[in-house]
């Protein structure tokens, strides 16, 4: 074995030493993975039903991204997945059969048998599971029971968004798939939100293939990071970097999330968001619960919520108080999560996988590190992504960062000038924040948070009917504006601080 692809070797720099995305080529050669093909998998999986999302080509043309409310759903086997894939020109698209995605064009329509849990999809298989090697990194007891597969049509995208537990792994076994990644402090100018609500992840409304400056001038100011994924190469995601990836051809991929040290710290956040977020979920109707809330999630009642809470509070001020208080690295710890997911249980355990099997990685100690190809330092990467040649081995390479005049090239957008000028938060010299309005509504804020002025254009409605009309929409759109407001990340963590102190004054 090439000793710079010694299994330590890459465990400590995944671990420790790299905080920007780079991808690891030729490390999965061996993996019995590398043979399979949508048509493989499907003889494994013979009569088994799995969930498809199916989304239009034409969003890639839409003002914001195509959410996963906005797909069609079906559930069927992969042999009929193949064979809406490798149906003829001339075949009926009219005549659905006992294939329900034939009634959609290839021409228009994309599939994708996304984000399914290995452990669950083939339960049967164990030598599928054990063709998935992370021990090839150094997670010597991580395989596809660990792991989440992908598979998808040609341009099926996944939404812009962090997760925010862990880092990613992702191996490309079939196909290629183009991601665009983006750091963390560019979250503002991705306009972060957490509409729809899922557990762990924090989108982007922004439509990567036709982004509008006009309304998210902040975004220009962003600087992409570009990959092309080929098979056999992984990705390396870091820790909240953000990801919008589209399949370029039929594709298959696999992924595993790390655990990191910051992970308890993001579990208690996650917590307080979902209780926020269930909160004001169970006041909407069905039809805003439709929009605001992704059709992977549930909403939880306020027992299990506040269980849920109790319990991450409890295991981050168990954690810092046997290791201190946990800062913002960029790296992770050498421990392990089974999945992305990772909120509390209210039965005293922490959830894993749908398995609720615990991976217990083993903890890779710098003395076990000793016979690894030496590192000479940290790696740095300029403002342009770029480190220097001699410092990896030419078998990792730094995903390049193309600056925020690749969006003038390619989309002729000019480049925004400052994320700050773009705030629409201002504050005056008396302490008080004034909330710009598109509707004439001027709205203030007293430093202690209480309204003492609000004024508002008048509606010039006509009947009784259309007034209870516009009031219900305004309502919806009210209660959007608050479920946004109170579920950002940063407001999250500033209600964490205030509520971890709490219970510490009440302890």
Known sequence: MDSSKDPKYLHKLVMHDIDKPVVFHGVIQNWSASEWTPELLTSVLGDKE??????????????????????????????????????????????????????????????????????????????????????????????????????????????????????????????????????????????????????????????????????????????????????????????????????????????????????????????????????????????????WLNPTEELYDSATNLMCLKKANESLLQHQQSTGPISTPHQPSALSMSAKSSHYSCDDQQESTPSHQVDNDEKVSAASLSDSPPVKRKKSFDSHGIIDDSVLPDFITPVPCLGHAYWKQNYHLDASSSVEEHNMNTETSSGETTFASENNIDLKLGSKGCVHEVEAQKFNAGDANQNQRNSGEMDDNILKIFLESVTDPEVVKHIGVVFSKKMKETA
């Open 50 to 291: 799995v969930k498809i999302r199916i989304g239009l080509k034409e969003a890639k043309q839409w003002e914001s991204t195509q959410w996963e409310a906005d797909c069609s759903y079906e559930t069927t086997t992969l042999t009929n997945f193949c064979s809406w894939l490798n149906q003829s020109g001339d075949k009926p698209q009219d005549r659905r059969g006992d294939n329900p995605l034939l009634q959609y064009d290839p021409e228009k329509y994309w599939c994708y048998v996304d984000y399914k849990y290995m452990a669950q999809l083939f339960e049967d298989h164990p030598d599928i599971l054990q063709a998935i090697k992370w021990s090839d990194f150094g997670f010597e007891t991580r395989d596809g029971k660990q792991s989440t597969i992908w598979i998808g049509s040609e341009g099926a995208t996944t939404p812009g968004h962090y997760d925010t537990y862990g880092c990613n792994l992702v191996a490309q076994i079939y196909g290629r798939k183009k991601w665009h990644l983006f750091p963390p402090s560019q979250s503002a100018a991705l306009y972060q939100t957490r509409i729809p609500y899922e557990e762990s992840s924090v989108f982007s409304p922004i439509n990567i293939s036709k982004p509008d400056s006009t309304k998210y001038p902040q975004f220009t100011s962003t600087t992409p990071y570009i990959v092309t994924l080929d098979p056999g190469d992984v990705l390396f995601v870091p820790h909240h970097w953000w990801h919008f990836v589209e399949t370029m051809e039929t594709s298959i991929s696999v992924n595993t999330w790390i655990e990191m040290e910051t992970d308890h710290k993001d579990r208690f956040h996650e917590a307080i968001t979902r209780m926020l977020a269930s909160g004001i979920l169970s006041s909407a109707g069905n039809d805003g619960k439709s929009k």
